[in-house]
C-alpha cells in the first residue's frame, strides 16, 4: 500500500539563511537533537516506503517564519507538500495567508499547544481570527490546529460559526485515553464528530497514549473509526519529533492499524489525505 504521511517537519542546517524564531520563546529540545533536512526527509520516506508526505512547519523553529517549508515542497513538489505556520490574531492575517498559498503551500496550521508553549493557549476563538477562519472557510484551506482537549469548546464555537471548515487535529487533541473503552475521558473529542469538517490526525503520538493503562491501539482505533469513520482519519509520523526512524515509526502504525480493515487502512493510510491535500500524481502511486 502506497503511504502519505500527513506530519512530517524539516529543519535547515543553514541558520543564517533560514533563522531560529521558535513560537514560545525558545527552540523544541526534539529539533536539537534530531534535525532533519529536506533531503534527509525523502532518504527516510524511501527507507520507510512512504510515497509523499505533508511537510509541517515546525513552529517551535521558524514560528511563522516559513521559507524553509515553501522552499523545501518547491524543490520536490512531486513527494511533497506544505502547512505554513500563521498568526490567526494578527491584523494582516489573511494576507499572510494568501501570501504563503501563492507560494505554494497547501493549507496552514494554528500552533495553541506544544513543547515550548505547554498548556492550552486561550486565544483559539478570539473574534480576532475570524477573518483568518472565514477566508480558509471560503478557500477549502484544511487549519491544522495543535491542541489539547481544553481547546474544544473554543473549537465547537468555531465550527458553529463556520460549519464548512475543514480542520485536522494534530494527534487527535491530545486525548487521556488510559481509562479504556468507552473512553469516557475522551468523550468530548468523540463528540466533534457531529461537525463533518473535524477531521483527525491519528500520530504514533497517539497510537502511544492508546497504548497507556486500560486502552490497546487496537480499541481506540475501532472506536474512532466507528465514531469519524476512516475517511476523516489520516496517518501521521510526527518524524522526526517522534523518536526513532520514519521507517520504525511507519512499521509501528502499520502494525497497529493492522486491526482494521483494509479499506478503513487505506483511507487512513492515503484516502483521506489525498482528499485534504493537492498531491502530485506519480505514476508510482497509479
Known amino acids: 500500500m502506497n503511504v502519505l504521511d500527513t506530519h512530517t517537519h524539516v529543519i535547515s542546517p543553514d541558520p543564517d539563511r533560514y533563522p531560529l524564531d521558535p513560537i514560545g520563546g ?3 529540545e526534539w ?5 532533519v533536512d529536506a533531503d534527509g526527509l525523502l532518504r527516510a520516506m524511501d527507507a520507510a516506503g512512504i510515497d509523499q508526505a505533508v511537510v509541517v512547519q515546525a513552529s517551535t523553529v521558524y514560528g511563522h517564519d516559513n521559507r524553509y517549508v515553501a522552499d523545501t515542497v518547491r524543490a520536490h513538489r512531486d513527494r511533497l507538500v506544505g502547512v505554513y505556520s500563521v498568526d490567526a490574531l494578527a491584523a494582516d492575517a489573511v494576507e499572510r495567508i494568501a501570501y504563503w498559498r501563492d507560494q505554494g503551500l497547501s493549507g496552514f496550521r494554528l500552533f495553541t499547544t506544544g513543547s515550548t508553549m505547554p498548556g492550552q493557549a486561550d486565544w483559539l476563538g478570539h473574534a480576532d481570527s475570524y477573518p483568518a477562519w ?13 491542541m489539547t482537549m481544553d ?16 480542520v485536522l487535529l494534530d494527534h487527535c487533541a491530545r486525548p487521556q485515553l488510559s481509562d479504556g473503552v468507552p473512553y469516557a475521558a475522551a468523550a468530548p473529542l468523540f463528540a466533534l464528530a457531529a461537525y463533518p469538517g473535524v477531521h483527525l490526525k491519528l500520530t504514533n503520538r497517539t497510537l502511544a497514549a492508546a497504548a497507556e493503562g486500560g486502552s490497546t491501539p487496537a480499541d481506540f482505533l475501532r472506536a474512532i473509526v466507528a465514531a469519524f469513520g476512516a475517511g476523516r482519519i489520516a496517518w501521521g509520523s510526527n518524524f522526526p519529533a517522534a523518536a526513532g526512524s520514519l521507517a520504525e515509526l511507519a512499521a509501528t502504525a502499520r ?10 487502512q487505506a483511507a487512513i493510510f492515503r484516502g483521506t489525505a489525498a482528499r485534504l491535500y493537492p498531491f502530485a500524481t506519480r505514476e508510482a502511486s497509479a
Do not use: K, W
Open 134 to 146: 472565514a477566508y480558509a472557510e471560503a478557500h477549502g484551506i484544511p487549519v491544522c490546529l495543535q
Open 255 to 264: 502494525s497497529a492499524l493492522g486491526a482494521l480493515s483494509t479499506d478503513d
Open 26 to 28: 525558545h527552540q523544541s
Open 151 to 166: 481547546g474544544i469548546p473554543a473549537l465547537r464555537s468555531l465550527l458553529e460559526r463556520f460549519p464548512r471548515a475543514v
Open 31 to 35: 529539533s536539537r537533537a534530531r534535525p
